[in-house]
């Protein structure tokens, strides 16, 4: 197979050059090192080699950077495919399932994970991934001394970003909302999020081949962010800003700099407030508001383990993965929440972590992140798919583009890249 255009020539090298580093340490030594690509780095990296440290083989872990795709399709044209692989998006594992690069998976009997979840990493009825790892994206963050009373549902969150804005254009004040705009996943969570309050029955058909993007459930959850997103004096710098701003910065100024007063973010927000709190006040969450007090979205992401065909100890290894006390030391070192329902609430060391996992273990209605279902480049990545479109979106909406013409460019564009992938219409 040919690279993909997104498989850059530094990307091949580093990959080629990982795999001949791989097989001389596992030459070395007597047993082969069981080897592990992940998309970690820093904190959560050090975290999983923790984790493994525990398994009864030797595990080598290597860290592939944000794009994991490219460096295990490099790897695979070299020859020098990974054992093991944690993958960020269920259509990575069914893509790699149908070309034939996986071996079928089977998890250990502590193993379970909420109703809709595991099916999304099979093909052809069988089972080529397991997921390792959660994340809650559905909450918003803030310094209880900044929001002492918390929007309970979205009219609130408007009224309350309408109030904190003129606020801020009067006095200088704290902007309402803090946004990383920069990284187009922030802005799909935010429109998923809608989207499954909006329009629950329709949230997971977006994820089909048959797909409808000019629908009334697509317009009406922009049409919802627009009137948030409009709201003069809503982001700090307006719009053109936010568009520069990366997440790691949109936490600084909530709970650093505090220039401003919430963030829409996933629960491993919390490993970058770590280094950046300021004092003892350390921030909490709220539910994401939806349209009736305390009946919001629950929208999750995860990392998943696949073990490539031929793998050495791979099946064996991402078995392990998903035994109850597999990943203790993460759980006891915080900025962790695990897929598994089979891990006791006990397991966490923090009253967040606490709250969350029993929100993933509560019978409900929880949906997996839209975004990471997409195919292809739809999917998103920095420039390109529906990142690249919610961009546009923010920069008309917070510009002063008529929501109904932001809507109509968004829908059209959505449309067409979703053609361009194989689907949607």
């Known amino acids: 197979m040919r690279p993909t255009a997104r498989t850059s020539r530094r990307t091949l090298l580093r990959a080629a050059a990982a795999g001949v580093t791989a097989m001389a340490a596992g030459c070395s030594g007597g047993a082969r090192s069981v080897q592990v690509a992940v998309v970690w780095s820093t904190s959560e990296l050090d975290r999983f080699r923790q984790v493994v440290a525990d398994y009864p083989g030797s595990v080598q872990v290597v860290s592939a950077g944000n794009d994991i795709d490219a460096f295990l399709r490099a790897r695979h044209l070299a020859g020098t495919s990974p054992d093991v692989a944690i993958l960020p998006r269920p259509g990575l594992v069914t893509e790699y399932a149908q070309r034939g690069w996986l071996s079928p998976v089977r998890p250990s009997s502590e193993y379970a994970v909420p109703n809709g979840l595991g099916d999304l990493l099979t093909a052809d009825g069988r089972r080529y991934g397991v997921w390792v790892k959660a994340a809650h994206k559905s909450l918003v963050w803030h310094l209880p ?110 709970v650093h700099t505090r220039r401003a007063v919430m963030l829409s973010g996933a629960d491993f927000t919390a490993d970058v407030v770590g280094p950046f709190q300021r004092g003892p006040e350390a921030p909490t969450t709220f539910p994401f508001p939806g349209a009736q007090p305390g009946g919001g979205p629950l929208i999750v992401g995860g990392d998943a383990a696949v073990a490539f065909a031929d793998a050495q100890g791979g099946v064996e290894l991402v078995q392990w993965l998903t035994k109850a006390d597999s990943f203790r030391p993460w759980l006891r ?45 739809f999917t998103g990545s920095d420039g390109v798919g529906i990142w690249r ?25 959505l449309a067409l890249a979703a053609r361009s992938a194989g689907g949607g219409r």
């Open 145 to 254: 001394s900044m929001l002492p009373e918390q929007p309970t549902d979205w009219d609130a969150l408007v009224e309350r970003t309408r109030q904190l804005g003129a606020l801020a254009r009067r006095d200088g004040g704290p902007a309402p909302l803090a946004i990383g705009a920069a990284d187009g996943w922030v802005l799909t969570d935010w429109f998923e999020n809608v989207l499954a309050d909006v329009a629950p029955e329709s949230y997971n058909a977006l994820a089909r081949a048959d797909a409808d993007w000019r629908g009334s459930p697509v317009r009406d959850a922009l049409d919802r962010l627009a009137g948030l997103w409009s709201i003069d004096g809503a982001f700090l710098g307006g719009g053109r800003r936010a568009l520069l701003t990366q997440y790691e910065e949109s936490v600084i100024q909530v």
């Open 389 to 413: 479109i919610m961009q546009g979106f923010f920069a008309d909406v917070t510009d002063g583009v008529k929501a109904d013409e932001a809507i109509r460019r968004a829908t059209g564009q």
């Open 333 to 377: 070192a915080g900025g962790y929440l695990s897929p598994n329902t089979n891990v006791p609430i006990t397991s966490y060391t923090d009253e967040v972590g606490r709250k969350l996992a029993r929100e993933m273990q509560a019978p409900g209605t929880l949906r997996f992140d839209l975004s990471d279902q997409l195919p292809g480049a």
